[in-house]
């Protein structure tokens, strides 16, 4: 039996005996050796994958219960701690040799993957990022970049680039990320997925390899609002371990009887629609909007205005974060360590810190130092947090107004592998759209609309419509998600 396009479709065959895991893992690996140049993956677990096969197959003949992702899959960006792969977060500093499969190996699993694993899914592979997720194209990772799957002249979007790519190419039907400032819904929109960031302390991350701890958040792509939906229901709940995890109700979701969304409150922000949102994308998500309102959702104008401070916000809180975090990577306890004979402890530092970290790293742990320093912390970090609370609070605002938010997920479709290296700034713009909810800690959630050509001409490009939510009201936005994509397949 072909391997089926959905998690759901795949469950149900491996539990009725239909398809065996052992050949999902089969087809999953030919899939990914035929895609091998889009540089999805860091690092394969054929052999994890297949013992856990081995296992499934035992159970399905035994007639034992299955769990709810028997069978299934999936990705797992490499920032995430596995026992039985390396994990490099795409940076030569956690590795001893020149690939990532001579990268660090954790001696526990993230408790996202723990909780992957107890539902029966078959992790296949790491896939490529960011270094320490800090970046918008997936250029910035130690090894190489992966690639738009639609056009492999460019960028699949980033941090979690491997994984949306993972899910666009079909070599998975699911895939984690972890998302700071849009780094699951940024390219889940330029290739074309489904991507989902959960609400701040929905989902444990104790086994991230920490960017930014008061930001990060773990989350999936899907093809699929139902797939994406489980995957969150088995991901999600209270985590001791993580002391920013929620303890709050993590419901089971199922699609709504009716396609109809009647008596929805769509709010359209003016500070999402205006300069430097690519026309073509513009015009793509003002279709979108129009195709809610045709389901029977009311529109209702809104501002946030301090929208526009995000940015700058963003990049002092998330750099001073960095700069504490990857102080642990010093050469002393695993990865790289550069030393040579009679040095001192500040020269083992320098040489293993400089050669270990890329450009995009050393660059945020200078600026995230510099906020923090003495002298500048009232004037930078301090003023930051204060319009952190800003945003937060213009959300708060329209949300009386208004049960979900619609904006374009990304400015511009994907651009071309190498266009904005050399520029910083137009690179950090990629995530303006994104920024706010993750500084207000809002789940959020991008779907593929209407695609758009590039500004320099050439065939269309996906699209990604971006729903904001109140804080754990992720069941609204999978309800309006599935309503939307229902809709558009006719």
């Known amino acids: 039996m072909e391997l089926p396009n959905t998690a759901i479709a795949i469950r149900e065959a491996v539990v009725s005996g239909k398809l065996s895991a052992a050949s999902v893992v089969e087809q999953t690996f030919a899939r990914m050796e035929a895609?091998?140049?889009?540089?999805?993956?860091?690092?394969?677990?054929?052999?994890?994958?297949?013992?856990?096969?081995?296992?499934?197959?035992?159970?399905?003949?035994?007639?034992?219960?299955?769990?709810?992702?028997?069978?299934?899959?999936?990705?797992?960006?490499?920032?995430?701690?596995?026992?039985?792969?390396?994990?490099?977060?795409?940076?030569?500093?956690?590795?001893?040799?020149?690939?990532?499969?001579?990268?660090?190996r954790p001696p526990y699993d993230a408790t996202v993957v723990e909780k992957l694993r107890a539902a029966g899914a078959i992790i296949v592979?790491?896939?490529?990022?960011?270094?320490?997720?800090?970046?918008?194209?997936?250029?910035?990772?130690?090894?190489?970049?992966?690639?738009?799957?639609?056009?492999?002249?460019?960028?699949?979007?980033?941090?979690?680039?491997?994984?949306?790519?993972?899910?666009?190419?079909?070599?998975?039907?699911?895939?984690?990320?972890?998302?700071t400032g849009g780094s699951i819904r940024?390219?889940?929109?330029?290739?074309?997925?489904?991507?989902?960031?959960?609400?701040?302390?929905?989902?444990?991350?104790?086994?991230?390899?920490?960017?930014?701890?008061?930001?990060?958040?773990i989350g999936v792509f899907a093809h699929d609002v139902r797939d994406a939906a489980?995957?969150?229901?088995?991901?999600?709940?209270?985590?001791?371990?993580?002391?920013?995890?929620?303890?709050?109700?993590?419901?089971?979701?199922?699609?709504a009887s009716a396609s109809s969304l009647s008596g929805l409150r769509v709010g359209v922000p003016s500070e999402y629609f205006g300069e430097g949102i690519h026309a073509g994308v513009r015009a793509s998500v003002e279709q979108a909007i129009e195709q809610l309102r045709a389901l029977g959702a009311t529109t209702v104008p809104v501002s946030l205005p301090n929208t526009r401070f995000a940015v700058a916000a963003y990049y002092v809180l998330a750099t001073a974060e960095a700069s504490s975090n990857l102080s642990r990577y010093d050469g002393v306890r695993f990865g790289l360590r550069v030393e040579k004979s009679g040095q001192s402890l500040k020269e083992l530092y320098k040489g293993t810190r400089g050669r270990g970290f890329g450009s995009e790293v050393k660059r945020r742990i200078i600026l995230g130092t510099f906020v923090l320093s003495s002298g500048y912390y009232d004037a930078y970090y301090k003023q930051a947090e204060k319009v952190r609370g800003l945003?937060?609070?213009?959300?708060?605002?329209?949300?009386d107004q208004v049960d979900v938010l619609a904006t374009p997920t990304s400015p511009t479709v994907a651009f071309p592998l190498g266009a904005r290296t050399q520029d910083p700034l137009a690179m950090y713009l990629a995530d303006i759209c994104t920024l706010p909810a993750s500084l207000a800690g809002l789940p959020a959630l991008s779907l593929p609309c209407a695609p758009a050509a590039p500004a320099e001409g050439g065939a269309p490009l996906p699209v990604g419509l971006q729903l904001i939510g109140r804080s754990f009201e992720e069941a609204r936005l999978y309800d309006v998600a599935h309503a939307f994509l229902e809709a558009q397949r006719g």
């Open 35 to 104: 895609a091998s140049n889009l540089g999805a993956f860091l690092t394969s677990c054929r052999a994890h994958a297949e013992e856990t096969a081995r296992n499934l197959d035992a159970q399905v003949q035994s007639g034992a219960a299955l769990g709810p992702l028997a069978g299934v899959p999936i990705a797992v960006k490499d920032a995430l701690a596995t026992s039985f792969a390396p994990t490099t977060s795409a940076s030569r500093i956690l590795c001893k040799g020149p690939d990532a499969d001579s990268g660090f």
């Open 125 to 179: 592979g790491k896939t490529n990022m960011d270094e320490f997720a800090m970046g918008s194209s997936n250029e910035n990772s130690a090894f190489f970049p992966a690639r738009n799957p639609h056009d492999p002249t460019r960028i699949p979007g980033g941090s979690s680039g491997g994984s949306a790519v993972a899910v666009a190419a079909k070599l998975t039907p699911l895939a984690i990320g972890s998302d």
């Open 186 to 217: 940024q390219p889940a929109a330029m290739c074309g997925v489904v991507g989902v960031k959960p609400s701040y302390g929905r989902v444990s991350r104790y086994g991230l390899f920490a960017f930014a701890s008061s930001l990060d958040q």
């Open 230 to 255: 489980l995957a969150m229901q088995v991901i999600g709940g209270f985590d001791a371990r993580d002391a920013t995890s929620r303890e709050i109700e993590n419901p089971a979701w199922s699609p």
């Open 391 to 399: 945003i937060s609070a213009d959300f708060q605002r329209v949300f």
